[in-house]
């Protein structure tokens, strides 16, 4: 079984920062696209970042300059530093990633909760 396992999230004050790391293991051949998405209270899941297995990025606009994706292939790991952290962060923060198979899957971690609060 393909195991995506999140870890990093937690509480911090408005204008922290905060870095989420995601670790996939398991029956793998390659790992395609891997990013982060986020779920608030009331709200439907959404996009926060992703990125390509050759390093291209994509950003929703509510984080484009605070925060970063980053991946390391041989460990088969994608990370998202948030920087200037708002309460409007706050969410459950999803890891995912496109493994490869036989064919291309879709896996979603758990989540970690991070909140924004003084």
């Known amino acids: 079984q393909v195991q995506l396992v999140e870890s990093g999230g937690g509480l911090v004050q408005p204008g922290g920062s905060l870095g989420l790391s995601c670790v996939a293991s398991g029956r793998i051949l390659s790992i395609g696209t891997m990013g982060w998405y986020r779920q608030a209270p009331g709200k439907e899941r959404e996009l926060v970042a992703d990125i390509t297995s050759g390093g291209n990025t994509n950003y929703a606009d509510s984080v484009k300059g605070r925060f970063t994706i980053t991946r390391d292939n041989a460990k088969n790991t994608v990370r998202l530093q948030m920087d200037n952290l708002k309460p409007e962060d706050t969410a459950v923060y999803y890891c995912?990633?496109?493994?490869?198979?036989?064919?291309?899957?879709?896996?979603w971690g758990k989540g970690t909760l991070v909140t924004v609060s003084s």
């Open positions: 995912h990633a496109v493994i490869r198979l036989y064919g291309f899957m879709s896996y």
